[in-house]
């Protein structure tokens, strides 16, 4: 068994921990160590015949408070592609951190509202951002 360090997801590969002040309460949710099958049946009697693979794959949702445009920036530093990203995550059913490649559907970024300050000559413009779910999933 490990030892929990505080955090629930790094970035492997710029060594960034996702800052947990900005989860929602509840806001880490995981199915690790998931079994896959191949050409799993059932017979003839109704019984199952699993042919489980070695390979484990785990599956995180992540739900954020609402975002501040460092906040957002901040998200897209630990997760900086959608397509893979090689993270270390607190997994549950081994009491370790663990790591593994993983892929994150779509993204809905939803502008909540945009507030104009600085000067009427020089105006500066500062987005917030509603909350947002994410689902890491491992190849």
Known sequence: MGTFQGYLVKNNTNNTILDNSILAEEGYKSNPDQQTDEDSYTDGDGKLHRNILSHLRSKIWIKTLELSETNKTHIQ???PSRTTVNITYWNDERNDYVSGDFYIPDIDWVIKNIKVGGTTSNPTY???YSAI???????
Do not use: K
């Open 133 to 139: 779910d994410l689902t890491l999933i491992e190849y």
């Open 77 to 79: 530093t630990v997760f």
């Open 126 to 128: 500062t987005r917030t």
